[in-house]
């Protein structure tokens, strides 16, 4: 279905095909009930989306299989730089991403111990994240992150104070802080940089590394599994 509008596209039912190329602002396909089923892809040709893109399965005993059609060439999904994603319970074959690495949460890993099923440029479960503030000063917007997508529990994330470039970088426009509690594996806060819990709680799993400035109101609940502190509170 398409929303007039909204620049949504929806892929709506049971196994479906893609054919040709084409650009998405979003790319939307949701499994509703019990049932496996695939979206296919066409060998060789690319699939851009530049806003939002949603590939989600059942549960992890029905998953969505992004396949490709027949033909030798990997298919191609370019998610764009500027673009978020929500990537869970699929099983992907021979697909190439582009643009943003792909991450696909609860689903088969293709990467470990050796690489399956013809993924590339696709990482599978917990992630290492690093905040770019591109947007506002919100920790769950994933727009705010390097990878379009919000930490989750099993996450590594870091946040520096600049964007890195050479030869002079230049400082992140906004630092995180938090609307809800927050619990991810780990973080490391580099020099300069800040996380403001804002009266909200953070678990750490394992290791905190502060070298900028963690900001508490004075009612939060923050714990770690061990730190390394040489910034402030």
Known sequence: SFIPGGNQV??????????????FYDLNKHL?????????????????????LTLLGYDPSNLLA????????????????TGT??????????NNASGRTLIARESPDKNLPVPTDNTTNWQFGDITVTWDGAQDDRWDNPYNWNLGVVPESGDNVIIPYDDG???????LLN????????TVASVEIMAGASL???GYDMMVSSAVTNDGTIVLNGDETFTAGSMADT???
Request: hydrophobic fraction near 35%; aromatic fraction near 6%.
């Open 175 to 182: 630092q995180p802080v938090l609307r809800a509690d927050v």
């Open 196 to 198: 403001t819990l804002n």
């Open 66 to 81: 992004l396949h490709k059609s027949a033909g030798v060439d990997q298919a191609r999904l370019n998610l764009q730089a």
């Open 32 to 52: 509703t009930s019990a049932q496996p089923y695939q979206l296919v892809f066409p060998s060789g040709l690319e699939q851009t989306v530049t806003h939002q």
């Open 10 to 23: 929806n892929l709506i039912g049971g196994d479906q095909e893609i054919q040709g190329e084409t650009t």
């Open 165 to 171: 470039g050479l030869p002079t970088p230049t400082p």
């Open 85 to 94: 994603q929500d990537i869970r319970f699929v099983d992907v074959y021979d």
């Open 231 to 233: 910034g402030t509170f």
